[in-house]
C-alpha cells in the first residue's frame, strides 16, 4: 500500500511535490497500489518512485520524470505519456493498452509481457529496451527508434512501423503478420522463426539480417 504522506503530498500541488523531492533526494517515494486514476500530473518527478500496481488509467503523465520507476503491473490504459522519460523504469506487465507515449524516453526500460495495444508511440526511444512478449498489437510504432531492443516472441500483429530504426533489434518469433514495415532499418535484425506473413516490405532495409525459419507468405 502507498505510503499516505506521499500519497497527500502528491495529491496536494505539483509545487509542494517538488520541493519536498528536492529537501528529500534519498526519500524513495512509496507510492504502490495508489489510485491516482485521471490525475493531473504532467512534469511531475517521479524518479525512483514505487508506482507498482497503481490506478493510473486516463492519467496525465507527459513529460512526467519516471526514471528507473517501478510501474510494475501498473494500470495505464489511456494514460498520457507524451514526451515521459522512463529510462530504466521498470514496466513488467503493466496494461498501456490505448496509451500515448508519442516521443517518450524508453531507452534500456524493462517492458517484459507488457500490453501496449492500440498505444501511440510515434517517435518513441526504445533503444535497448526489453519487450520480450510484449503486445504491440495494432500499435503505432512510426519513426520509432528500436535499434537494440529486445522483441523476441513479441506480438506486433497490423503495427506500424513505417520508418522505425529497428537496426540490430531481436525478433525471434515475433508476430509481424500484416505489420507495416515500409522503410523501415531492419539491418542486422534478428527475424529468426518470426512470422512475416502479409507485412508490408516496401523499401525497407535488410541487409544482414538473420531470416532463417521467417514465415514471409
Known sequence: MANPEHLTLLQWENKRWKI???????IQ????EANLMGADLNGINLADA????A???ATDLSS???IKADLSLAQLRRANLSEAVLFQANLS????NTAILNGAELIETYLYRTDLNNAKLINVHFNGAYLYGANLSEADLTQGDLRFANLNKTNLYQADLTGANLRGTTL?????????LSYANLRGTNLSKANLRGANLTGVNLQFANLNGAILS
Do not use: T, Y
Not at 514505487?50 to 500496481?53: C, G, M, R
Open 55 to 57: 490506478n493510473l488509467i
Open 93 to 96: 506487465q503493466a496494461n498501456l
Open 50 to 53: 514505487d508506482l507498482s500496481k
Open 172 to 180: 525471434i518469433q515475433a508476430n509481424l503478420q500484416n505489420a507495416n
Open 20 to 26: 519536498w523531492r528536492l529537501n528529500n533526494p534519498d
Open 29 to 32: 517515494p512509496d507510492l504502490c
Open 64 to 66: 512526467a520524470n519516471l
